[in-house]
């Protein structure tokens, strides 16, 4: 396996989707691509952090004003009737 | 190296429960429904818009729409995937008009192969996340996304945070597979390109950004 085409499977090899052929392929050029290893695992990372950072949380008070805003519209446009959405 | 394992959003027979005891006109069955997903909304709303109040009116528009088009809701794909497409649709919205100068579409124009390409290979320090306080690293992941084009970070968004499948994530965004592919695998490589600006293994006493 070249460089550009493990770069062209890391997605499918991240999300677990990779047959396994191409799997035992990859993980081989990992072994000794030093490059390609560091770009795999911090890809892995990347994605982990973003997952994990809790970015925009919703704040509590936020959002029991945001839901009963949204339940109070509803049952306006209940009310009026479908056209008014 | 172990596959990213996605988070499952709610059991689906239940959630199609509360959708059909919404339809029939049950509001408190729609209300556990906001209930379920409003962080979520609120979060891809915020992450598109990259702008709190934008994405306060998107949660409250595409909940109301939602509830509006119940009945439109052919029961097809999961309840939360079509609730998906339309705060995407309602948080585009919102970013265009904020930026009517800037082409804003998930169908963007796609560089060729080679612009994602990794140029940078430096390694990072073992544990990136904890050279920063949590708001210094929230402040970092956000200004790292929110340079991302819309239509890469809305996919990175829907599969990597959210955890949509890439199904799921073609279906919410109208896109074919391939396409959500392509765009999370360049997604993912700028972010970590630009995360590494951060995170980067230092020599000791090397206080360069």
Redesign the interface.
């Known amino acids: 396996m070249k460089c550009s085409e493990f ?1 062209h499977e ?8 990779l047959d396994e052929t191409t799997k035992v392929e990859l ?1 081989n050029h ?1 072994s000794w691509c030093h ?1 390609c290893y ?21 704040p509590e008070d ?2 029991s004003r ?2 009963s ?3 109070t ?3 306006q ?2 009310k009026r009737g ?1 056209q ?2 | ?1 172990e ?3 996605n ?1 499952l959003v709610g059991p689906v027979s239940d959630e199609m429960a509360l959708v059909r005891a919404a339809k029939g006109g049950d ?1 408190s069955a ?2 556990e429904l ?2 379920r997903y ?2 979520n909304v ?2 891809i709303a ?2 598109i818009t990259q702008n709190r109040e934008d ?2 009116d998107v ?2 528009e595409a ?3 939602a ?3 119940l ?1 439109q809701f052919q029961e097809q794909s999961k309840f939360y995937t079509w609730l998906v497409r339309i705060a995407v649709n309602e948080a585009l919205m919102k970013l265009r008009r904020r930026r009517p100068e800037r082409t804003v579409s998930l169908d963007e124009e796609i560089k060729t192969e080679d612009d994602s ?2 140029r940078e ?4 320090s073992p544990n ?2 904890q050279i920063y306080t949590q708001s210094e ?2 402040e970092i ?2 200004k790292t ?1 929110q340079g991302l084009p819309p239509g890469f970070r809305t996919v ?1 968004v829907l599969r ?2 959210e ?1 949509l499948s ?1 199904e799921e994530t073609a279906s919410a965004l109208e896109l074919s597979v391939p396409a959500v ?1 392509s765009r ?2 360049r997604a ?2 700028q ?2 390109e630009r ?2 600006r951060y ?1 980067q293994k230092r020599e000791s006493g090397d206080g360069n950004q």
């Open positions: 770069l890391l997605t499918n090899y991240l999300d677990g989707v993980e990992l490059n560091v770009v795999c695992d911090t890809t892995k990372k990347t994605i982990e952090i973003y997952r994990d950072s809790q970015l925009y949380e919703l936020l959002r945001l839901r805003a949204i339940m519209k509803c049952q446009h209940k479908p008014s959405v | 190296m596959a990213i394992q988070k509001d729609f209300e906001v209930r409003d962080r609120f979060r915020q992450h994405a306060e949660v409250q909940f109301l729409k509830y509006g088009n009945a390409l990794p290979i430096a390694d990072w990136p996340e690293l929230r992941l956000s996304i990175f990597d945070v955890g890439t592919k999370l695998l993912r490589l972010l970590r995360l590494g995170f």
